[in-house]
């Protein structure tokens, strides 16, 4: 399922106009980056969390030629499912 599978189902299901359900979910998001951003958790109970991990530099391999390169720190995004989500995909 892609985002405008996503926006198609929600306006089906509830009715709604697809340019509503399209906002709402470009706002959540835009909110859901602009946390991450400033270092905050995005936490939905029962379904997940939202959160960045910082992963540390480390040596890698360019598969190609066989060189050695640094691969500096950087800091990702993550998500951890909750016990309703999991208990649903069972």
Do not use: H, W, Y
């Not at 709604?16 to 959540?28: G, R």
């Not at 951003?37 to 391999?61: I, P």
């Amino acid at each position: 399922m892609n985002k405008n599978d996503l926006v198609n189902n929600i306006a089906e299901k509830e009715g709604l106009t697809k340019k509503d359900v399209e906002a709402v979910v470009n706002s959540l998001l835009t909110e859901i980056t602009d946390a991450l951003k400033e270092g905050d958790k995005v936490q939905f109970v029962g379904f997940g969390t939202f959160e960045t991990r910082e992963r540390s530099s480390r040596t890698g391999r360019n598969p190609q030629t066989g060189e050695t390169i640094d691969i500096p720190a950087s800091t990702v995004p993550a998500f951890r499912a909750g016990n309703k989500l999991k208990e649903a995909v069972k």
